[in-house]
């Protein structure tokens, strides 16, 4: 055996030994990834910001750097420009949608029980005089109406109000904020002198010049998709936001800001947003009125269509290109792990390790003169193991990848 024989067939044991290892334990590494994540939690927010801001201070740089008499300043001022644009849109909206939000859902939480109770006094009566089962269902729909009542009683209100505590108490929440904002302007006035150093640290280590092309090409693939998805899935969850706020201030609905933002928020979560979104806001109008339930639902259901079928693509075009079940494995998996954000990153996460995977597959099949297209290897599909042919009953398609 060789020597680069022995290697690979070594590094191949470690990696299959590693992986194993994770599985194993992969409650232990996703506490440590959560400890690591949190004490540097600045420095992960302000390479995030610098990350999705990049593009808008490179458009006001080229801007800028196209009059001469400031070309020589244009990247200091742009990042100046991007800095207050994004302090001026957070101004507005503290100034503007912060207040009202809290005291809709101040206005909110002390009606609630009331709310439920009329709400569930009327499904007993519709089914004390429907109802053959009526006794049977009256109770244990009393005993749910209790059950909930209580917990809003004590634990909700608690929970509301403990919320609002720790959003007043805002210490430790805007030094971190600040170094954040420190670390993105750091990060946008020299952000190629640092990519260069990433780069250089890179080519010390690797000597292996196809393996470095290798990894530029998914790092390129990478930053298509996690800019492509992020970038999109913001704008395309603030059009809903505002299409539903508008939506419901036509018809005149109760909470229109407070279910806006929700349906908003849980829209940028692929898939099981809309769902998650429309869940709790559905709820909250049924204790109201089902009337404006029943409206409000169906109008989700044509706007999650709108918005799937022609905002969402028009936005965002083919940034991921994920098939469906790959994307719940991935929400479900990074969600688990890591939360709401997990959600959010854990598709264009799992995508870049598809693309990884689809690489490396497909270079080891060319080296053996195997075809590379799925639909190539259907049931009829065989290897000639003496001569090494291969043969396709079926003739799989020559054309593009059907993944």
């Not at 929970?159 to 302007?185: D, E």
Request: aromatic share 10%.
């Amino acid at each position: 055996m060789n020597k680069s024989k022995f290697m690979t067939n070594f590094l191949s044991l470690a990696a299959a030994i590693l992986l194993l290892f994770a599985l194993f334990h992969i409650g232990q590494i996703a506490g440590a990834v959560r400890m690591f994540v949190s004490g540097l939690q600045p420095l992960w927010v302000g390479i995030a910001f610098a990350y999705l801001l990049c593009p808008v201070a490179s458009f006001f740089e080229g801007k800028l750097k196209k009059l001469k008499k400031i070309s020589g300043i244009a990247r200091p001022l742009s990042v100046v420009i991007t800095s207050l644009a994004v302090l001026a849109a957070f101004a507005l909206l503290c100034a503007v949608l912060l207040p009202q939000l809290i005291s809709s859902i101040s206005d909110l939480v002390p009606k609630l029980p009331g709310m439920l109770e009329t709400q569930l006094t009327r499904l007993q009566k519709f089914l004390v005089s429907n109802n053959q089962f009526a006794a049977t269902t009256a109770d244990l729909v009393e005993s749910a109406e209790n059950m909930l009542v209580t917990w809003i009683k004590t634990n909700l209100l608690s929970t509301v109000y403990n919320l609002a505590s720790s959003l007043m108490s805002v210490g430790s929440a805007i030094v971190n904020v600040i170094l954040a904002f420190i670390i993105m302007i750091y990060l946008l006035l020299d952000r190629e002198r640092y990519l260069n150093q990433c780069r250089k640290i890179f080519h010390t280590v690797s000597r292996n010049e196809r393996v470095n092309d290798a990894v530029y090409d998914t790092l390129r693939q990478a930053n298509k998709m996690f800019g492509g998805f992020i970038s999109g899935k913001l704008i395309d969850s603030l059009i809903v936001g505002v299409i539903c706020f508008v939506f419901m201030l036509i018809l005149g609905m109760d909470y229109p800001l407070i279910i806006s933002v929700i349906v908003g928020v849980t829209n940028i979560i692929p898939m099981f947003g809309p769902f998650i979104g429309a869940i709790p806001s559905a709820f909250l109008l049924l204790l109201v009125s089902p009337k404006q339930c029943i409206i409000f639902l169906i109008f989700i259901i044509v706007l999650q269509q709108v918005d799937g079928n022609i905002i969402g693509p028009r936005i965002m075009g083919d940034s991921i290109g994920l098939p469906a079940l790959y994307i719940t494995i991935a929400i479900l998996m990074f969600g688990s792990l890591f939360g709401f954000i997990g959600m959010i990153i854990g598709v264009p996460t799992f995508a870049t390790i598809y693309y990884v995977i689809k690489r490396v597959s497909e270079y080891f099949l060319r080296k053996r003169g195997l075809p590379t297209e799925t639909s190539a290897y259907g049931p009829d599909f065989r290897i000639s193991v003496k001569s090494k042919d291969i043969h396709n009953e079926c003739g799989g398609d020559d054309g593009e990848d059907d993944e």
